[in-house]
């Protein structure tokens, strides 16, 4: 043989043999084998996708669940963009093999508000089960375009079990459901961004009825509309009433839309709170089932008209009809309170014309009458030592026109005026400092306070009452 002969041999055995040597198994699917005693490619998986903020609702679900059973936690690092699920860690190759990999379980601490949080397995397997059963769960994990994708993937013997212990999971979750009675904001997530996670728990002002100056039986019929209906929830819902309810808050700027339902908020503290915002443009649909899964619950669209138009430059109002839609949508038996605020009640009439039956109440909040107004003084001015003697009527007559949230930072302004001033103790608020204060207001250099306020003509035309 030929020296060049020998070394082509050579060359052949030595890719025959990197060919046909055994692959050393992956070590994840090795551990799976030996928890079932048998070839895990073989055995069945069912899975659900979650939603990016169900994590810490798996973990106490999961903690449940494992109360009582034997079970071991399998902590996996994945590498960034790849899927990694049951079936990768079970499947062939050394593709996955390098994709994940063992390590000791890291935790990750979501916030629940201010002052909670929970810790959570960030991406793990739980071998699960004695000699009677064995069972894998896996909290799964993928990068997709828009964020982090988590799914719950059950393995078993048999795939009747595997689906049962899935529905098993599944309850646990919505039953323990960490977000129920909280005040949720969804956030709309973008492609390819990292923005955290898409669902914040908030924490709202707590708003006493006495913080709300209205006309006498505007604030009683919100809250007919509201806790009215809450409180005789039983008995419609026997009697076959729908449960789903619909209230319209609109009124100029500053007259207390937006205080009314943090108010609503307040009284109803057993209530899941969803608010959409701007910022939640594209999240309707999923705030609405959010609330209904987490019912009851009240659903709090503010500025619904501004909400509207980003969207579309036409009237057509996207995301109110979407929101419309989707309260036609809702099972009539769940509990889902809806408040839309708006200035520009025009703008969404369109809307609502076409889809009657939606909102059951359009309340408007008037700017305040002379009474009203007085009052505003009264409660703005509380903690001030306000003398208005003789002057009173006069200065009430010349705010008609003003909104409540204009006259709060009046006394807010006079109450600055009046810090500016010689003197120790309380401040002293009288009429010089509130002119000066309304002076001010109403220069041009207040005209964006004004315009933001709500200020009406502000040229101390007679009383609108
Ligand atoms: N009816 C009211 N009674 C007492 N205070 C009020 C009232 N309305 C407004 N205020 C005060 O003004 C602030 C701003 O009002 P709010 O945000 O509720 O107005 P809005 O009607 O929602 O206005 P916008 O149309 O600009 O959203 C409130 O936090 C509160 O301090
Ligand atoms: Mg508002």
């Not at 924490?203 to 006309?215: F, Y």
């Not at 503290?269 to 594209?282: E, H, I």
């Not at 009474?371 to 003789?390: N, P, Q, V």
């Amino acid at each position: 043989m030929e020296p060049e002969e020998l070394a082509l041999a050579i060359k052949r055995l030595t890719e025959w043999a990197e060919q046909h040597t055994p692959e050393p198994e992956p070590e994840l699917r090795e551990r799976l084998r030996a928890h079932f005693g048998a070839d895990p490619t073989e055995l069945p998986i069912v899975t659900r996708p979650l939603q990016a903020w169900d994590r810490p609702n798996f973990q106490v679900a999961i903690d449940a669940f494992l109360d009582g059973r034997a079970s071991e936690l399998v902590g996996l690092a994945s590498m960034p963009g790849y899927e990694i699920g049951l079936a990768e860690l079970a499947g062939a190759g050394r593709w996955y093999d390098s994709a994940a990999s063992i390590r000791a379980p890291e935790h990750v601490t979501v916030p629940l508000g201010e002052d909670e949080s929970i810790a959570c397995v960030q991406l793990g397997l739980w071998l699960v089960g004695d000699e009677s059963e064995r069972l894998a769960v896996m909290l799964a994990s993928s990068s997709g375009a828009i964020g982090e994708e988590l799914a719950l993937e059950v393995m078993a013997n048999d795939r009747g079990r595997a689906e049962e212990v899935l529905a098993e999971l599944w309850r646990l979750m919505n039953e323990r459901n960490v977000y129920r009675g909280r005040v949720l904001e969804l956030r709309e997530r973008h492609f390819h961004s990292d923005e955290g996670a898409p669902l914040t728990v908030r924490s709202l002002p707590a708003i006493a009825r006495e913080q709300i100056v209205l006309p006498a039986g505007i604030l009683e019929r919100i809250e007919r509309t509201t806790f009215g209906m809450s409180r005789h929830a039983e008995r419609l819902r026997a009697s076959g009433r729908h449960m789903r309810r619909g209230l319209l808050l609109h009124g100029p700027p500053g007259v207390g839309k937006t205080l009314t339902a943090m108010y609503l908020a307040t009284q109803m503290p057993d209530r899941t709170v969803v608010l959409l915002t701007g910022q939640g443009l594209g999240t309707v649909t999923t705030s609405v089932d959010l609330a209904t899964a987490l019912a009851p619950a009240i659903v709090i669209l503010e500025d619904v008209d501004l909400v509207a138009m980003e969207r579309s430059y036409e009237p057509t109002n996207a995301i109110l009809f979407e929101l419309l839609n989707a309260m036609d949508g809702l099972d009539a038996d769940r509990d889902v309170l809806f408040v839309l605020t708006t200035n520009a009640p025009q703008r969404i009439e369109p809307a609502l014309a076409a889809r009657p039956g939606r909102i059951d109440e359009a309340v408007e909040l008037p700017l305040p009458d002379a009474d009203g107004r007085r009052r505003l003084l009264a409660l703005y001015g509380e903690g001030l030592e306000l003398t208005l003697d003789g002057g009173a009527d006069e200065l009430i007559e010349d705010l008609a026109g003003s909104s409540p949230a204009f006259i709060r930072e009046l006394l807010r302004r006079s109450a600055l005026i009046a810090a500016e001033e010689p003197g120790d103790g309380p401040l002293r608020v009288g009429e010089r400092q509130l002119r000066d204060a309304l002076a001010q207001l109403r220069s041009g250099a207040g005209e964006l306070a004004r315009a933001l306020l709500g200020d009406g003509d502000g040229d101390g035309a007679p009383d609108d009452d």
